[in-house]
């Protein structure tokens, strides 16, 4: 008996340990992502919605964006309670709300412990939708990506956050030739309960100087918010504790400085139209969720004579900061790829098949080329050996040394002398000491040097320097994931990223990219529906923080034929960013890929005909977010930090303690039931019969936890026109609600 209760408070333990150690999993957390499928702006300032369906009730802790100024004027992302049928009209139906708002290079804002944005369930967020103001019409065939990622939570937290936008309608318009134009915004709150504003976030466009938002009650004012529009437009924190109640008013206004126009300037959607928006993110207890669904806008002329006493700091421009204004530079430039058709025109030598290309450390491409050797059908049998050794090596020079202009400056190979010898000449293998046929060579900065190897061998070989075997890399191999990641079909390509200690790499055949740590530790996929067919090269910018991939078809004739494109992806996030082909030439044997040290040229190698295609990148910038001040950093964080009391951190101390007791419990269990069992032995009561015991009776006890199921979540993709920029005319005068002017 003793025995039997050891054996199952022993599973007791293992099961709780399992639990603890999977409790993430039990928090669900999880990505949405909420970007666009693929789009491309047909003019000037186009807006272009996109939309999907919530299909599981959770609470959004975080909104990543996934976009650049060079392409994207402005994004909000709206939930909606319905789709309407209307292409381009969802941002007008009931209920529809701003969740958040991003413009000039903004940073991912991130809710305090503790809070969350409801969707699904009892809110009335049923879609999400993303509408994207795009800056200028793209040069090229470039399909945009951009969007926003968000953090969602499926557990209940202690607080529910809403934004509260205060916004000029088009019934007011700026003069020309004023230095400081006001234009005033105000409504009374009438909800009866206690409102935390956390963060604001000011919005406009070229004349926007000062965005100030406030709280007035009894002849008292506190400052909510105060920013300049031409800053990276990001949900900055409010810094002082500020509680709302019914009653008071909230105030905001717009300084424009229209001496550069000599005509009137409206309130409208385009970029020389202009915007008075005053973003607060609040939060409210979570019984008190409906609050979100009415304290949502303000678009009431303000009471003037309550502004006549509007505090004089309002006017006063905040210090200068280069960082922000750096950063949040609008682009005048129309961003997109140019194809320099004509670069390598003066170049009389004679290309062969090009297997590889590179940039050296004064910017020239390296185009590594078989002169006249020709790599087909005939080159190698069914056991991978060379056909053709009796031609010996290739005679002509292989690599040829190009500036960026076009011009040859250097040619070398032909002729070469071994200094190194990696392999068996002519014998392939599986084994540490060949290769067979490989594909591509990656050098990092502290002297690693990476192979791909290759067309029939599914791993990458890592050597020194000076030539010494240190690993290699594979799939198949990796503990605790044999027969579950498979094997890499075709090494084809490698980039290296020396900041992360990341490797690259083209899983060819496989459609997909493979992270490997320079120790060899696989790191994850990258899989992208919109990058199909076969992966052949891809290049990493540092300067830029972004990595290029190329694309073809597969080597199966059954798969059809896919569009080729370059594919750019974040670096940090992974994420897509956009895609492009040129128009002016036909993609058909795309090959490798490589990017010029700031990052506004790319090469791709293309075979029959044989060359190198020279894009320039036009506007091209980094995604990497602007970099916040410090103290703007924590505060948002810190602010309500004493309100949380619950939120994730809670959970795992509630699920650790619920653990503990149970342990605790089954230890009382168990020494009862001994003990039991020792006075029924002493009382010569040893026959009972054990397969009656309850716990033994009922198995599912044994049975743990399910896996949780999870449903594919529904696209809905709309396109608006220009006409209605709902960032400052979101509600028409019959959805308004009604407030008093004090």
């Known amino acids: 008996m003793v025995e039997y209760w050891t054996s199952r408070f022993c599973q007791l333990i293992i099961f709780c340990l399992f639990v603890i150690g999977n409790i993430h999993a ?48 402005h994004m909000i992302v709206f939930g909606a309670m319905i789709n309407d049928n209307a292409p381009g009209s969802s941002l007008g139906v009931p209920s529809a709300k701003i969740l958040y708002a991003w413009a000039r290079n903004a940073p991912a804002l991130k809710m305090p412990n503790g809070v969350g944005v409801p969707i699904s369930g009892r809110s009335t967020v049923n879609y999400l939708i ?69 963060a604001y976030r000011t919005h406009a466009h070229s004349l926007g100087r000062i965005i100030t938002g406030y709280k007035y009650r009894d002849n ?7 920013g300049n529009p031409q800053w990276p437009q990001w949900f900055y924190p409010v810094k002082d504790k500020i509680t709302i109640t019914k ?52 678009g009431s002329s303000a009471d003037e004579s309550l502004f006549s ?96 202009a076009g011009k040859l400056l250097k040619r070398w190979g032909g002729g070469f002398t071994e200094e190194l010898i990696l392999g068996k000449r002519f014998i392939p293998g599986g084994n540490l000491e060949s290769f067979c046929k490989p594909a591509a060579v990656a050098v990092s900065k502290d002297g690693l040097v990476f192979v791909a190897d290759g067309y029939c061998n599914s791993r990458v070989m890592k050597f020194s320097y000076d030539g010494k075997f240190l690993q290699a890399i594979d799939l198949y191999t990796i503990e605790g994931h044999r027969n579950t990641l498979d094997y890499m079909q075709v090494v084809h390509s490698l980039a290296i990223n ?89 993609f058909k044997n795309t090959h490798s890929i490589a990017c010029s040290l700031n990052c506004s040229n790319i090469y791709i190698s293309h075979g029959l005909p044989n060359t190198v295609l020279k894009f320039n990148i036009h506007a091209v910038s980094s995604p990497i977010h602007v970099e916040r001040n410090v103290d703007n950093a924590n505060l948002l964080m810190e602010s309500r930090n004493e309100l949380s009391l619950f939120d994730s951190h809670t959970f795992y101390t509630t699920v650790i303690l619920c653990m503990v007791a149970a342990i605790i419990l089954a230890m009382a269990v168990a020494a009862i039931m001994v003990g039991c069992r020792v ?7 040893t026959n009972r019969d054990k397969s009656n015991h309850p716990l033994l009776k009922n198995s599912k006890w044994r049975q743990g936890f399910q896996p949780l199921s999870t449903e594919d979540i529904d696209a809905v993709d709309y396109t608006s026109d220009d006409s209605d920029d709902r960032e400052d005319l979101l509600y028409s005068s019959s959805q308004m609600r009604k407030t008093s002017d004090l």
């Open 26 to 73: 039990l928090n669900g957390v999880y990505d949405l992502d909420l970007k666009m499928p693929g789009k491309m702006p047909s003019k000037d300032e186009e807006y272009i919605c996109y939309g999907i369906k919530v299909e599981q009730p959770g609470y959004i802790t975080e909104f990543i964006p996934i976009a650049e100024v060079s392409r994207v004027h």
């Open 130 to 198: 993303l509408q994207m103001h795009y800056n200028l019409k793209f040069i090229g065939s470039v399909l945009d990506y951009s969007g926003v990622t968000m953090k969602v939570t499926s557990n209940h937290p202690t607080y529910v956050a809403g934004v509260y936008i205060l916004y000029a309608d088009g019934s007011v318009s700026i003069p020309p030739k004023i230095s400081e134009f006001p234009m005033n915004i105000s409504c009374a709150v009438e909800e009866d309960v206690i409102i935390h504003p956390f």
């Open 220 to 226: 008292k004012w506190t400052l909510i918010g105060k």
């Open 247 to 298: 009653g008071d008013t909230i105030a905001a206004q717009c300084i424009f400085d229209s001496t550069s126009r000599g005509n009137t300037t409206q309130i409208g959607a385009h970029g020389m139209d202009e915007m008075c928006n005053f973003y607060m993110y609040y939060f409210v207890e979570l019984k008190h969720l409906d609050v979100l669904e009415d304290f949502s806008a303000c």
């Open 309 to 404: 006493e509007y505090p004089a700091d309002a006017n006063k421009p905040l210090p200068p900061n280069p960082v922000f204004e750096k950063q949040a530079k609008m682009v005048a430039e129309r961003f997109g790829p140019e194809l320099i058709a004509d670069w390598l025109q003066s170049l009389d030598v004679a290309i062969g098949q090009i297997s590889g290309i590179a940039i050296d450390g004064d910017d020239n491409v390296l185009i590594f080329h078989r002169g006249p050797r020709i790599w087909d059908e005939q080159s190698f049998d069914l056991n991978n050996m060379f056909l053709q050794q009796d031609k010996g090596p290739i005679r002509n020079d292989t690599v040829l040394v190009i500036s960026p």
């Open 498 to 586: 020396d900041e992360k200690q990341e490797l690259l790499v083209t899983d060819r055949e496989n459609s997909r990219l493979v992270i490997f740590k320079f120790n060899g530790t696989f790191s994850g996929f990258i899989r992208e529906k919109h990058m199909r067919g076969a992966l052949y090269g891809v290049t990493y910018c540092p300067k830029m923080n972004v990595f290029y991939v190329i694309n073809n078809q597969l080597s199966r004739e059954t798969v059809a034929p896919v569009e080729i494109r370059v594919f750019a992806f974040e670096s940090e996030s992974y994420r897509l960013l956009y895609s492009f082909k040129p128009d002016n030439f036909d």
């Open 679 to 685: 006075l029924n032995r002493r009382q010569g009561s």
